[in-house]
């Protein structure tokens, strides 16, 4: 099965051509490794695939479920919210029903409660929890230490303030948001320079 096709695809910016006439696929499991010089169109072929830039020429066709994630070479700065914050947002709507839950489950100790109203907060609340667990809301907390544990960061990094850590660590937190809403396409662009060895074999 083809996840992504680029088929005969040309950018241009101003009279420059930025990628020329360029073909190929994505296949699920297959990774692929773009190597060019400075200046070659790496950049804004990925671009192109994430859906950021549009082709002057060809086309570039997916099934309209797929989802692409892409990671910039910069531009990455993340404020405002612990480390566990910030990168656990990759699950927000199942955080938003989390929240539904907590506020259902208030409503039901209410013993002023009606019974119509009642019933109709039960019949809500179970109907959210069912769909919480049935996308394994109760994992977040697992998955999200897991992948930043794997991308090096340490147990006291997730209670500190995203804006303390430097640019590479920017990149790392915003790769592992992307790797926890697992995209069918992950895009990276020279990423791997801001990792070390052991963040790499992870990856």
């Known amino acids: 099965m083809t996840l992504l096709t680029v088929t005969d695809a040309t950018v241009r910016f101003g009279g420059l051509v930025a990628v020329n006439n360029v073909s190929f696929e994505t296949e699920p499991g297959k990774v692929r490794a773009l190597i060019g010089p400075n200046g070659a169109g790496k950049t804004t072929l990925l671009r192109m695939m994430s859906g950021d830039v549009e082709p002057d020429a060809g086309a570039i066709t997916k099934p309209n479920e797929l989802t692409v994630g892409y990671l910039p070479q910069d531009g990455l700065d993340h404020q405002g919210k612990t480390l566990y914050d910030e990168v656990s947002s990759a699950f927000a709507e199942l955080l938003e029903l989390q929240i539904k839950m907590i506020t259902l489950e208030r409503l039901l100790g209410d013993e ?3 019974k119509v109203e009642h019933d109709a907060a039960l019949e809500s ?79």
């Open 112 to 114: 002023t409660l009606g």
């Open 125 to 203: 609340f179970t109907v959210a929890q069912e769909t919480f667990h049935h996308q394994d809301g109760y994992g977040i907390e697992a998955k999200v230490s897991s992948v930043l544990h794997g991308l090096g960061f340490s147990s006291t990094d997730l209670e500190r303030n995203t804006e303390h850590f430097s640019g590479g660590w920017q990149m790392r937190i915003a790769l592992a948001k992307l790797i926890l809403q697992q995209p069918h396409v992950l895009l990276l662009d020279e990423q791997t320079n801001q990792l070390d060895l052991e963040a790499r074999n992870w990856l």
